[in-house]
């Protein structure tokens, strides 16, 4: 069984933490979707009826968008993924974001807000793989 990623290890926050990015930085998120959402961590959220991991992810979206926004954050891409034209042949990515925020400190203050993490069982319920990759422009660190 393949290896799954759904939350950063404590060795990846470090090491974000401690690349002294200076400025914006743009997340990209590369996203994989359960064909139905399992809400069985955070049962609290699970709609009446079964809903597809897109579904699922879409809800997160819409209950986190205010807390990105108020943190400085912004969508700056969302659509659709597929398989890659280089890069492993049995890798397919349904959803692509790229998310901007203007510093680190203020992502980690977006993500550690304990109004936006009542929401965040939509996104695990959601997925069934993802990836996000912070990027810096230009030749930063």
Known sequence: MKETHLMPSQ???????????EGAVVMLNLLRFRSVADYSATPELN??????????????IEHTLPFLEKSGGEVLFMGAGGDFLIGPQDERWDYVMLIKQNSVDRFLRFESNPEY???IGHRTAALEDSRLLPIVEGNGK
Do not use: D
Not at 11 to 21: D, L, Q, Y
Not at 49 to 59: H, T
């Open 11 to 21: 060795e990846a926050g470090r090491k974000f933490v401690t690349r002294e990015i």
């Open 47 to 60: 709609p009446e009826k079964s809903i597809s991991g897109k579904e699922a992810y879409l809800k997160y």
């Open 117 to 119: 993490m009542k929401g």
